[in-house]
């Protein structure tokens, strides 16, 4: 293949699809808006599942530097009352298919995999066009441009490719988070580490929920969602750490001290996370030269699958092009065909939505009797 692939955006799906092009022999450029890789925080931990996150770092040769990332006791989970009370827990006994990992160091082995110069750090997208037989141009913050043959948008929620192929746009899906860090919690916030646990807790009820789970450090990384509209949020001054974390903390009046102290007892600003999403089943016509993957192609609320989805269409798109050198539109009319059902349902089967639960309504019994049917059916 003499083609060379040019990549928007240094997340995981594009450096994975970067890598197992680079393991096959095809080069490849991925340009980041970001300045450098520590520009800023990649975010806290990922459950990489054994079927399709997995695959792609076998895709990507890659797994024993992933096996020497994994948090060992990280999949315990459990599930609380508001009043604290542990109502479900299941330890993390090493035979679960979801290892938990920090996203910044597995974002780092598939830096540190690919050949010096394949990241284009301070490359901020300002627009991409069609200029025909496959060709497409690149046009970045600082006036430069690209030209290439095969350019991959994997460039995330506001994908500047993404309207080369399609005229979709996220909406706000009704719900938001807003994060915080406890550092040092066993010494410093022994309450709050007990009700997390070794791993993951969660305490859902009707339009409200906490989430939290153990980083490495000893750090606790908590999510407090609210279903709210947009402008529910913007009367929050986000600016204002002290007034924002006592206005999120009044939502969970009454809930247990050790619960709401992930919000009050934190050493980090509040920080708020809008969520959206495409319309599910979002597909596209074959366009020559440009496709998607990720967040960019098939963009949902978060379900545990969008970093997993994300990989696995970077090595698949990879291994398209590699079985296919010779002929560039096979290899993505391949790739669309199987990526547009695996992104459609995994959506619909990883949302509550599929368990008979109201995603707007539901407390922490039907998330148990869920999470119960779901084990017992697979």
Do not use: C
Request: net charge negative; no cysteine.
């Amino acid at each position: 293949m003499t083609t060379h692939v040019t990549i928007i955006g240094a997340g995981l799906g594009g450096l994975t699809l970067a890598r197992v092009l680079h393991v096959h022999g095809i080069p490849a450029t991925v340009y980041e808006a970001e300045s450098s890789p520590a520009a800023r925080s990649q975010g806290g931990m990922l459950d990489i599942h054994d079927y399709n996150g997995q695959l792609a770092l076998a895709e990507a040769d890659l797994m024993d530097e992933f096996r020497g990332l994994i948090l060992e006791g990280r999949q315990a989970m459990r599930v609380l009352d508001p009043d604290g009370t542990v109502l479900f827990e299941e330890p993390d006994d090493g035979t679960g298919g979801r290892p938990e990992v920090q996203r910044g160091e597995l974002r780092q082995i598939l830096l540190d995999s690919l050949p010096a110069g394949t990241v284009r750090w301070g490359h901020k997208v300002s627009s991409a066009r069609t200029l025909g037989e496959g060709r497409h141009e690149v046009t970045f913050a600082d006036g430069s441009t690209v030209v290439t043959g095969l350019l991959v948008g994997a460039d995330g929620a506001w994908s500047r490719v993404r309207p080369l192929l399609s005229t979709a746009t996220p909406e706000y899906t009704g719900k938001s988070v807003v994060e915080t860090y406890l550092f040092d919690a066993d010494t410093r916030h022994p309450a709050a580490a007990k009700a997390v646990g070794g791993g993951s807790m969660i305490a859902p009820t009707p339009g409200r929920e906490i989430f939290a789970h153990r980083e490495r450090g000893d750090t606790l990384h908590a999510y407090m969602g609210l279903s709210e509209p947009q402008e529910w949020f913007a009367a929050t001054d986000f600016t204002d750490a002290a007034a924002a974390t006592a206005r999120i903390a009044q939502e969970f009046a009454g809930w247990a001290p050790e619960l709401t102290a992930l919000i009050t007892d934190a050493d980090s600003a509040p920080v708020l996370r809008l969520l959206h999403a495409l319309p599910t089943g979002h597909r596209w016509d074959r366009v020559p030269g440009v496709t998607l993957l990720g967040d960019a192609a098939h963009l949902s609320a978060p379900n545990g699958e969008g970093a997993n989805l994300a990989m696995l269409d970077g090595a698949e798109l990879g291994k398209a092009l590699a079985a296919h050198p010779d002929d560039i539109e096979t290899a993505l009319t391949e790739y669309e065909q199987a990526m547009f059902p695996r992104s459609a349902e995994t959506a619909a089967f990883e949302g509550v939505e599929a368990h008979g639960i109201d995603s707007d309504n539901y407390t922490a019994h039907d998330l148990i009797a869920a999470y119960t049917r779901h084990q017992q059916s697979s």
